[in-house]
């Protein structure tokens, strides 16, 4: 398949427009994913109690909670394909970068919607201190491209074994561990009038680390 | 076997010089003893990595199954000698410390690592086409390879600045007797000749258990 | 100097068990590639 610029970013984009409306028909992953956000956010914030004084605390919790929705739901966005067989079509129409890259801006955009509910509940419920919006939705936006570059990356490696959930959550940890360490601190400092630069550079380097193995390796990852 | 033999003998006389000979290092004094085991355990925690992700990488380029014998086998091997580090330090922090862990940067990154190779041997055995458990493991090797550089040198220093209350546990700069040096030194190189000659080990019974499953 | 030497004969030990064990390990591998 001749995969010129043009092209490429049209498959790109199918893909995601394919993506975005097989989810929107059932709606299933997204509902599973808003709920399951609520129910962590929920126990977090209730069991933690108000922090507005904690606010290191709070960023770490926040965090978590976010983890635990992209553990739970970004580790099936692979495993659809495989399940139902779809993957040798969309092979034909489209490179594995391609599919991947696709599936990639997917997982941004779902992060997205999850967080765009789950952010503004969380600072409620624990009454966390006003946040310098600029720098908080940096570190959130960079946060979510980094969390979501690990997670397709891994869920297509997982989508081809027999394990599952358990399995993603164990072999993406490590890989996710600089994202959380990062995201926790660039959002303390955001709490703490602190610059959050280095954070920033850092989940970015991560970020644009990962995305340049993956150009590498989706290819080495769908065979036959 | 002389090779073999001349490994034992190597060991056994840096042991028996590095425990009865060399002096205690100031800071440490008694639990001097810990660092000829625990640092080279680390070292060839870090060694069999190197190794594994090397041959991960090579086993992409030229899908060749025995660069993928010495992955995993070097896996294996990386994943006892880091529990023997992660142990042993932790013991060796409780005696310093009285903890017997503190998020220090070394315990953290050592911590990190050992991760990695649960992870990427839980991988391993969670599919069981030969092809396939080679070429996805092969690529996880890789995304850890990406993640390392983070995990081990980035992160760990990040405690500080998430967790500001310091514990006092910096190995200051000491100035090492030469005879600790060269016991020191000595149990690194025959720990690296120990580990290279399980390696092998583990890659020949591999290709055994291949040859028995094709027949 | 008591404790020294307990942990010297037990590193020994344990060193000279695993080199044992090694050794036959090998033997037996160099035994199964002949065939």
Known sequence: MPASGSNSAVAVWTILRKECRSEWRTRYGLNAALLFALASLTAVSFAAGRLGDRSDVLAALLWIVLLFATLSSLSHAFVREVEGRTMLLLRLVASPTEIATGKLLFNVLFLAVVEVFAVPLFLVFTGAPPVRWGPFLAVLGLGTIALAASSTLIGAVIAQTRGRGALFAGVSLPVLLPVLAAAVSGTRQMWSAHPVAPSLRLLAAYAVALLAASLLLYDHLWED | ?215 | MDRNWIVLGVSLLVWGLLFLWLVRVEKRVKELERK
């Open chain 2, 1 to 215: 076997m002389l090779l073999r033999l001349s490994l034992f003998v190597w060991i056994s006389v840096a042991m028996v010089v590095a425990l009865l000979k060399a002096p205690l290092v100031p800071v440490l004094l008694e639990t001097t003893r810990v660092l000829y085991f625990h640092i080279p355990c680390a070292w060839i925690a870090v060694v069999a990595l190197g190794w594994s992700m090397l041959h991960s990488i090579l086993y992409l380029v030229k899908r060749d199954l025995r660069h993928d014998d010495h992955a995993a086998a070097a896996a294996g091997l990386g994943l006892l000698f880091c529990i023997a580090a992660t142990v042993t330090g932790a013991l060796w922090a409780k005696a310093m410390w009285g903890a017997y862990w503190n998020w220090d940067p070394r315990e953290t990154s050592i911590f990190f690592v050992l991760l990695l190779y649960t992870a990427y041997l839980a991988l391993r055995s969670s599919i069981q086409e030969e092809e396939k458990r080679a070429r996805l493991s092969a690529v996880y090797s890789v995304i850890a390879f990406v993640a390392v550089p983070f995990l081990v040198f980035v992160v760990p220093r990040m405690y500080d600045s998430l967790h500001p209350d310091p514990i006092i546990n910096r190995r200051g700069k000491v100035d090492m007797d030469p005879m600790i040096v060269l016991c020191f030194n000595a149990m690194l190189v025959g720990f690296t000749g120990l580990y290279f000659w399980m390696q092998s080990l583990r890659v020949r019974v591999s290709r055994l258990e291949r040859r028995a499953h094709a027949a």
